[in-house]
């Protein structure tokens, strides 16, 4: 059987606990002073945070610059839906032209104990290969995120 990758792009999924209410957890997606607490900084790997900007709202970009080993890594994206406290969609790269980026999605979905977001990072099939290394990464990350939440 042959996979056609335009039509299945390289997929990752992750799907958290949360201890705390949807619009916490959705706003720690767009407070920069947040970000520096479980995205990016020295707390969370070896860099420097040279920059963090956001305009989350639709159409509305953001850019997350940080040095790591010398070298200067912008993250960017655009967001395309912002629906607190329960959905929010951007695009995102590293060091990309526009028309390069992945898809990020983002739910959150209230549950008896606080909410579960669930994360669905789609790639074009050219990042496949990084596929395993994606989704470690922000496995990783949403880890420290639910520490603020437990």
Known sequence: MITNL???PPRVEIIKPFNTEPGKVFDAWLD???LSKWMFGPDIREEEIIKLENNPQKGGKFSYV???DGEEINHVGTYRKVQRPDL?????????EAGDESIVTIKIEPTQT?????????MD?????????????????LEILQRYFF
């Open 6 to 8: 335009m039509n299945n």
């Open 32 to 34: 920069t002073n947040m």
């Open 125 to 141: 099939p050219k990042w496949k290969e990084y596929t395993e290394r994606t989704k470690a990464g922000w496995t990783y990350m």
């Open 114 to 122: 606080g909410c579960r977001l669930t994360l669905v990072h789609e």
């Open 66 to 68: 940080v040095k790591r």
């Open 88 to 96: 929010l969609i951007f695009t995102w790269g590293v060091n990309v």
